[in-house]
């Protein structure tokens, strides 16, 4: 059974950083595209950012030139380092893997395992 554990995050400040990890066990990890989602209260998970095993990366909108995702194939984690941040950065982001290693899914449907998810506050 695959398990995802994330760390990094906490409370920072606007135009701070952040860089999260998520470990991947259980299964090896050249089977899985991973992605990273977020989910603020009131509002749906949505997709921040993926990367395939062979480290082709996409980026929501919203993020993209502020937020890198990257994935080490030896140590088995993926992460997600978070620059400039901002107030509506703030939610728990979570860690996610999809057992198409090829493909980036932007659909939280399409995903088979997550992690426990992390918060991240962002103060103006």
């Known amino acids: 059974q695959v398990q995802l554990v994330e760390s990094g995050g906490g409370l920072v400040q606007a135009g701070d950083s952040l860089r999260l990890s998520c470990a991947l066990s259980?299964?090896?990890?050249?089977?899985?595209?991973m992605g990273w989602f977020r989910q603020a209260p009131g509002k749906e998970r949505e997709f921040v950012a993926g990367?395939?095993?062979?480290?082709?990366?996409q980026y929501a909108d919203s993020v993209k030139g502020r937020f890198t995702i990257s994935r080490d194939n030896v140590k088995n984690t993926v992460y997600l380092q978070m620059n400039s941040l901002k107030p509506e950065d703030t939610a728990v982001y979570y860690c996610?893997?999809?057992?198409?290693?090829?493909?980036?899914?932007?659909?939280?449907?399409?995903?088979?395992?997550w992690g426990q998810g992390t918060q991240v506050t962002v103060s103006a």
């Open positions: 996610a893997a999809n057992n198409n290693p090829y493909g980036i899914q932007y659909r939280k449907e399409e995903y088979d395992y």
């Open positions: 259980g299964r090896p990890f050249s089977g899985y595209a």
């Open positions: 990367i395939t095993w062979g480290h082709y990366m």
